[in-house]
């Protein structure tokens, strides 16, 4: 015996109780679990980002920080400041500018 209604039917792409359903579920159920924790971690993060930038704003007595708009006055990471740069190095613009023939080297073979 052995073969049933519930037999029949488990075999069914349709079917709750087919393997390849259960696993579909399960897969997703661990996917949506991950993003929340993902997402639990970012606003867990942006939290305590504002709190800093709060705390600095109180404690700062510049009016810029107490505003908000610090982040505008402030030079984005990687470019030099001008200080920095040596003065007699030209301002390269262009990578292909780096290794190229100045000016003085142009007149000289003129």
């Given at each position: 015996?052995g073969?049933?209604?519930n ?6 792409f ?5 393997l390849d359903?259960?696993?579909r579920?399960?897969?997703q159920?661990?996917a ?24 600095r704003?109180l404690i ?26 040596g003065l ?6 262009f ?7 100045r ?8």
């Amino acid at each position: 015996m052995g073969k049933g209604y519930n037999n029949y039917m488990s075999k069914k792409f349709f079917h709750p109780s087919n393997l390849d359903n259960v696993k579909r579920v399960w897969m997703q159920e661990q996917a949506k679990e991950a993003e929340t924790t993902k997402q639990d971690e970012l606003r867990k993060q942006y939290e305590r980002e504002q709190e800093l930038y709060n705390n600095r704003a109180l404690i700062s007595n510049d009016e810029k920080l107490k505003l908000g708009i610090n982040f505008m006055y402030e030079a984005p990471p990687g470019v030099k400041r001008e200080e920095e740069r040596g003065l007699n190095e030209p301002e390269v613009r262009f990578e292909w500018q780096r290794n190229a023939p100045r000016e003085r080297y142009a007149t000289i073979s003129a």
